[in-house]
């Protein structure tokens, strides 16, 4: 063995040595001191895959679902469901405590119940889709039919991952809904906080980059175009320095309103209803009801004249 082959050795042994230290670690690592299990993303995929197969039979999941088949393919995947989520929200349940001791056996009673509430959400959570289809539909030219929608949107993927981590967190499942979310994010690029509070017939036109922040509210009917970003100021900050967390710091935007591309509304502001905003503008104070706000013209072709 050469000499190159010996500092190669111990300079391993030296970066796993340092990569090993409890100062290294803070916050980095999780260790299982009872076998506790951790949340799994191969399997929140696999609960993302069966929602989608349930809510929309026939598009996404078991092909060949017909008259005579579909509640026996429901059937079993909503078991194979309340099974994976039984076991994904008992490891988010033990990851919140931060290591702090638990009752196992009330830990395992518990997330069972959260899982069979959520199941039972499962008709309202398509019925919620149903319109947010058919807004999209109705709301795009291009849309040749809610199948196509269905198929095609990637707005109707992220949305569908959004009502079910809203649903989940509203339950009080700590960890999996954002997990939910965040896979949206990375599959479509719409970023929507499972916080965030979404009304009825929601629809984005396109989607890429659009941003909603975790405490924002949607009222009903409201359409939104790519680039759109929903989202806080600043941050309230403690005595140490730290930011305060769960204060409201993000739009509220009221019933029926169309907001178009790379518009950004920040901080705690009001949207009123019927209101529309333009694309590429910036704002940071109330807008009325039934308000119209769009840029102001700039004559590029006589400016660039004037210059010469």
Known sequence: MDKSTYRHEGLLKSVVTTLSQESQLQNMCHMRW??????SQAVI?????????VLFPGFFG?????SYNIEYNIGMQCEELLNLLDNQIQAGLILALCGEEYDAEQIGHRARDLAMLFIAELPELRHCLQGDVRAMYLGDPAAVSCEEVIYCYPAIKAIGNYRIAHTLLSLGVPVIPRMISEMAHAETGIDIHPGAQIGNNFAIDHGTGVVIGATAIIGDNV?????VTLGAKSFDLDDDGNPIKGIPRHPIIGNNVVIYSNATILGRVRIGDGAIIGGNIWITDDVAPGE?????????????????
């Open 34 to 39: 009872q076998g506790e299990p951790l949340p």
């Open 45 to 53: 995929r696999r609960i993302i895959e069966l929602c989608r197969s």
């Open 62 to 66: 078991v092909e060949g679902v017909n």
């Open 223 to 227: 359409k939104i175009y790519q680039g």
């Open 292 to 308: 119209k706000l769009v840029q102001a013209k700039a004559d590029n072709i006589l400016r660039f004249k004037n210059d010469e």
